[in-house]
């Protein structure tokens, strides 16, 4: 089946550094995409989103990339702070007639910040 | 705003009790959507609602699961009877609808089966 799928599950970096998380999709029907953060214990949180007809959004601190060539989205956080440890999840939403705004979501991946 | 709003927080049952999971949705809010998170599965969409109409109920599990939404601001989703398996984090959220997609989520219910 399709799926959406990560790279890495953990990825740690130092505070400060930018911090990049990928995730890969395979349903090239795909028109929207969307990164969630996870904090323990708390339900998943709006990072930013991005619609198909574009290839780039930047929100405060957050820029998601998406490259449909290769079925890629990655989420970029610039000088990462030590609130911005969480779980991060990816999802899509498969853009075909009578399912719109069903999500798809990722396995997930554990953002540590090392202060 | 209220956001999301689910009762309870936490529930403890004994296997073969009936655990209803109860959900407010954000104000003016079509969409609704039940979420499991487990360990092994990951975050899985149960089923969700547009306008109170079910959509989409293929991720229920199987017949002890049913989900309800009797009017636009309240949703139930009840597992009868319950087993060990079933321990999770259920999540609801509600979207605007339409072509707005983003979900906004709950806080969820910490459901253990013993």
């Known amino acids: 089946g399709e799926s959406v799928g990560l790279h890495l599950p953990t990825l740690s970096v130092q505070e400060g550094d930018n911090s990049i998380i990928n995730c890969a999709y395979s349903?090239?029907?795909?028109?929207?995409f969307i990164w969630y953060k996870q904090e323990s214990g708390k339900g998943p949180q709006f990072i930013i989103d991005?619609?198909?007809?574009?290839d780039k959004r930047q929100g405060q601190r957050v820029t998601v990339l998406l490259n449909k060539t290769v079925k890629h989205l990655s989420l970029q956080i610039a000088a990462t702070q030590p609130g911005d440890s969480a779980v991060y999840f990816c999802?899509?939403?498969?853009?075909?007639?009578?399912?719109?705004?069903?999500?798809?979501f990722g396995q997930g991946t554990t953002l540590q910040v090392k202060p | 705003d209220a956001g999301v709003i689910q009762s309870p927080r936490h529930e403890v049952t004994e296997m073969g009790q009936e655990v209803t999971l109860r959900c407010k949705p954000i104000?003016?809010?079509?969409?609704l959507f039940w979420y499991r998170q487990t360990m092994m599965r990951g975050l899985e969409l149960l089923i969700y609602?547009?306008?109170?109409?079910?959509?989409?109920d293929s991720g229920m599990p199987e017949d002890r699961f049913s989900a309800k939404m009797p009017n636009a601001s309240f949703s139930t989703l009840k597992i009868q009877p319950s087993e060990p398996r079933d321990s999770a984090v259920y999540f609801c959220?509600?979207?605007?609808?339409?072509?707005?997609?983003?979900?906004?989520f709950g806080p969820g219910t910490r459901l253990t089966v013993t």
């Open positions: 104000s003016g809010h079509n969409s």
């Open positions: 991005i619609r198909s007809n574009m």
């Open positions: 349903n090239s029907a795909s028109d929207y």
């Open positions: 609602f547009n306008n109170n109409v079910p959509i989409d």
């Open positions: 959220a509600s979207s605007l609808g339409g072509d707005s997609y983003e979900q906004y």
């Open positions: 999802a899509e939403n498969i853009g075909h007639s009578g399912n719109t705004g069903k999500l798809i």
